[in-house]
């Protein structure tokens, strides 16, 4: 039972250039969430989704997409890559009913330079 | 002003002593509250939720104070394994998303 699992682990890119970061869960999860976690702040809430089919916006979610592909997969692409959006990503997922608690991935370090 | 301030420390704590930190929230009508604790570049992971009338989990205690709008977390008889950030989260509305506070580090040492 992997959990949540992300990949690339570590990834560079240049301004400008697009990528996408892959998150799965194998618990059966409906909601799934991506995070960016920067020095001296929270993680703050880019997208998330209530369940398959359905995508929301967070408190960040200029210059992201994502895609909920099936239960299991949760995608975050970067379009046109900017400095401002290296952070480390986290994507987490939680059972559905009266359950709070979020299950994350291992994170994804990204730096645009 | 953020939803949840923590103060970032770090606590800086020999091995069996107590360490006790608050964090403040900013929306009265949150409901739920958390701590969560991330080790150095991991993922976060829950350790406790935070119940209205305070609760222990073996060595920690977690308490919400409502009127002053804030959470506390004490571990006693600390352990080198207890350094890490402890994340202080909040539920302020009536859905299932989270607010984060940005940690308290808290450092054992031998």
């Known amino acids: 039972n992997a959990g949540v699992t992300q990949t690339p682990k570590f990834q560079v890119l240049k301004t400008g250039q697009s990528m996408t970061l892959q998150c799965a869960q194998d618990?059966?999860?409906?909601?799934m969430y991506w995070y960016r976690q920067d020095p001296g702040m929270g993680l703050r809430l880019i997208y998330y989704?209530?369940?398959?089919?359905?995508?929301d916006k967070g408190e960040v979610p200029n210059g992201y997409n994502v895609s909920r592909l099936n239960k299991r997969e949760f995608s975050l692409r970067l379009e046109s890559a900017a400095p401002s959006q290296t952070s480390v990503y986290f994507c987490?997922?939680?059972?559905?009913?009266?359950?709070?608690?979020?299950?994350f991935g291992p994170g994804t370090r990204l730096t645009v330079t | 002003r953020k939803e949840v301030e923590q103060d970032p420390g770090p606590f800086n704590v020999p091995e069996g002593a107590t360490v006790a930190f608050n964090c403040t929230y900013s929306?009265?009508?949150?409901?739920?509250f958390f701590w969560y604790r991330q080790d150095c570049r991991k993922e976060p992971k829950l350790l406790m939720s935070v119940y209205s009338s305070g609760n222990e989990d073996g060595r920690f205690t977690a308490q919400l104070n409502r009127a002053s709008q804030y959470i506390s977390l004490l571990i006693r008889d600390s352990k080198l394994s207890d350094s890490a950030t402890y994340l202080c989260?909040?539920?302020?509305?009536?859905?299932?998303?989270?607010?984060f506070g940005a940690g308290t580090t808290v450092t054992v040492r031998a």
């Open positions: 618990m059966n999860h409906n909601s």
């Open positions: 989260v909040v539920n302020p509305s009536t859905d299932y998303k989270l607010s």
């Open positions: 929306n009265s009508a949150s409901q739920s």
């Open positions: 989704s209530a369940s398959e089919g359905t995508t």
């Open positions: 987490a997922s939680r059972e559905s009913g009266q359950s709070y608690e979020q299950y």
